[in-house]
């Protein structure tokens, strides 16, 4: 309002121009402006933006991502090719343990022919096969077995959780009861057991099914164990933010309104611990891929032929000596995975976690 509208003088109203003045160009451009309306989602990702740390390890989860998924495509070697091998010929022991972009006999005289041939990156290991598709795919299995694995926790450790904190009493008593119980099982012992109880009861079965038999008893022990064992710690902070949310209004209101308990938990409780969940999934992801490597690293894993870094690490020693890359390329590859998504992790904590909102 530009001009303040002329006052009557017959009028008893006050005279307002003595109070109030119009407001100028100036405090008008202040007014308009004004925050835009956001999301929850939004504000994190704003914030996480400003994070440069979590922002470069966010680039580095993000090519390793592509890298494993798209170069076995194109790459003209497979995880499972034995070089020095030909149907109908001697094997060719010159293709076993070559260093990096160094090639086998055969290959030097295609060379020497005019023929291009690709190099063997990382060279090759003692069976012949070229260690660069090895790494990559033992990143996939490592890269897989980690989302697969927070899925799972994510999945039981939220219902879990979100059960328990809404009914509360002898419910709650109960179910944190079993927690705790499953808190004091030794993690590597069970996955022991389960493997050895899989390699005799269901072998035959996992054998018959193709994706099954690459992955081995070894890995389906794995993702059984972070089933039974891994979503307590998901299960307990789920279980705290339901019990600080179930004393607010709205979903007070939502009980009077005849609403049931799985749809207040789904459409009231659970979105308002997404910050929660986020930050707990993203943590569980480093973890499960540090714990597949490890158990790979003991033979627990995945079977062969198929890769997993853990593995190529563990088969490694017998000639660290002679060819140590093979043991320092594998390391590097799992610390630069763990690392990157725990850094990320503790990144989507502050950018997520509203009690550390500035």
């Known amino acids: 309002m ?60 993000a090519l390793i991502v592509l890298i494993v998924f798209i170069v076995p495509a194109i790459y003209p070697y497979s995880y499972e090719q034995q070089l020095g091998i030909t149907p109908g010929q001697p094997v060719d022991p010159s293709y076993n343990n070559l260093a990096p972009f160094e090639y086998g006999t055969t290959e030097q005289e295609r060379i020497a022919n005019g023929e291009k041939i690709f190099p063997h990156i990382f060279g090759t290991d003692s069976a012949g096969r070229d260690y660069c598709i090895r790494i990559i795919y033992g990143a996939r299995v490592s890269l897989l077995v980690g989302f697969f694995a927070s899925i799972i926790v994510l999945i039981i450790g939220a219902t879990y959780g979100s059960i328990s ?138 079977s062969k032929p198929m890769p997993s870094l853990g593995s190529l690490a563990s088969a490694a020693l017998d000639g660290v000596r002679s060819y140590p890359h093979r043991l320092i390329i594998p390391a590097v590859a799992i610390c630069l995975i763990v690392l990157s998504l725990n850094l990320l992790g503790d990144g989507l904590r502050d950018a997520f976690d509203p009690k550390l909102k500035k």
């Open 165 to 302: 904190g809404y009914y509360g009493g002898k419910v709650d008593m109960v179910m944190m009861r079993l927690v705790d119980i499953i808190y004091s099982l030794p993690d590597l012992l069970m996955i022991i057991l389960l493997s050895t109880v899989l390699n005799q009861t269901l072998k035959p079965a996992i054998d018959s099914v193709p994706f099954l038999s690459k992955l081995g008893t070894g890995m389906i022990s794995i993702f059984i164990v972070f089933a039974l064992l891994y979503w307590v710690s998901m299960a307990r902070l789920v279980r705290g933010q339901i019990l600080s949310i179930k004393q607010q209004d709205y979903v007070l209101a939502a009980k009077s309104t005849g609403a049931k308990g799985g749809h207040i938990i789904k459409r009231h409780m659970l979105p308002n611990c997404i910050s929660v969940i986020i930050i707990s999934t993203a943590l569980q992801i480093p973890s499960a891929i540090f714990t597949e490597s490890y158990l790979s690293f003991l033979g627990l894993g995945v």
């Open 2 to 61: 530009s001009k303040l509208p002329e006052r009557n003088p017959f009028s008893s109203q006050v005279d307002i121009s003595k109070f109030f003045a119009p407001t100028t160009e100036d405090e008008r451009s202040l007014q308009a402006r004004m925050r835009p309306s956001t999301t929850f989602f939004k504000d994190g990702m704003r914030r996480l933006s400003k994070n440069w740390i979590a922002m470069t390890c966010l680039c580095i989860v």
